[in-house]
């Protein structure tokens, strides 16, 4: 039979920040939230687009030059 295992306490993980209390939002207020978040998803979504545009124009004319060989 083996022998029980011993289990060491682990101390618990002390939280030093501190949280502002919560205050209910009003629906209005939630909707307005939602649509700052949603123009900043838009802009980080342009910005991707417009970087993986001038990659490919860089790609279409590497193309260029490698099929003018």
């Known amino acids: ?7 060491e306490p682990k101390a618990a993980p002390v939280k030093t920040d501190i949280r502002k ?6 629906p209005v207020e939630v909707v ?3 649509a700052d978040k949603l ?3 838009i802009a980080e979504t ?3 687009l417009k970087a993986k545009r001038r ?3 860089k790609f279409e ?3 260029k030059i ?3 060989s």
């Open 21 to 26: 209390p919560w205050k209910k939002k009003t």
């Open 39 to 41: 123009k900043a998803e």
């Open 32 to 34: 307005l939230e939602q």
């Open 46 to 48: 342009e910005e991707a």
């Open 61 to 63: 004319e590497a193309r």
């Open 1 to 7: 039979m083996p022998a029980p295992k011993q289990h």
């Open 66 to 68: 490698f099929e003018g």
């Open 55 to 57: 990659q490919l124009q």
